[in-house]
């Protein structure tokens, strides 16, 4: 079946650090979206990102559709960063989304 | 920003019992989708829905029922709920594109 491998498992970084997290999947992907999860559990779309690149305040998100692979860079890191973050696709656009293992990002001043 | 909400945000429910997880939706997407989260697992495929009346088996639909009566709600069933079912569930509706997920409920099955 569909995989979605997320690499660091974790990472820890000092605010002010950047960071680049990265997304590896298995089969085409139609629909690629990148989410955080606060330590209280709700989910926070970043990103849907299915190819290009596109930024968001101190995030930007690479999609490479044709290698397969997705990255969530992370400029200039605060301690508010602190979280999971996520990567997620759908090969069929509306068959709902694989999840990767995520990476705990931890931000320390 | 589509607004999913779910109730209850909490459950207690004891092994054999019966437990409904409600979702409903205001933005009229028409794809509507079930996921639960454990740890080691991340979040997992239950059942989804194209639309009022439909409903489809997901990546682990087993022990789980759903139930689309409208566009704007989809319900996920435990007839006979297990502890190995204690989870945290998210609703998420869209449209073929980004997925908008709800705050999530905690099913704790005793």
């Known amino acids: 079946g569909q995989q979605v491998q997320q690499s660091p498992a974790s990472l820890v970084l000092q605010e002010g650090e950047n960071a680049e997290l990265q997304c590896n999947f298995s089969s085409t992907a139609t629909r690629l979206q990148w989410f955080y999860q606060h330590p209280g559990g709700r989910l926070v779309s970043l990103f849907y990102n299915p190819s290009g690149t596109k930024h968001t305040g101190r995030l930007t998100s690479t999609t490479v559709t044709n290698e397969r692979r997705s990255s969530l860079h992370i400029s200039s890191s605060q301690t508010t960063d602190s979280g999971t973050y996520f990567c997620a696709i759908d090969p069929n656009y509306a068959q709902g989304l694989t999840f990767g293992l995520g990476t705990r990002v931890s931000v320390f001043p | 920003e589509a607004a999913v909400t779910q109730s209850p945000r909490n459950k207690v429910a004891v092994t054999g019992g019966k437990v409904t997880l409600s979702c409903n939706q205001t933005n009229n997407h028409n794809n509507m989708y079930w996921y639960r989260q454990d740890t080691g697992h991340g979040l997992r495929l239950i059942h989804y829905s194209y639309g009022a009346g439909s409903t489809e088996k997901g990546d682990i639909p087993d022990g789980y029922k759903a139930s689309r009566p409208s566009q704007e709600n989809f319900s996920l069933i435990l007839e006979l709920a297990t502890p190995s079912q204690t989870s945290v569930y998210f609703c998420?509706?869209?449209?073929?594109?980004?997925?908008?997920f709800g705050p999530g409920t905690r099913l704790t099955v005793l």
């Open positions: 998420a509706s869209g449209d073929a594109g980004e997925e908008y």
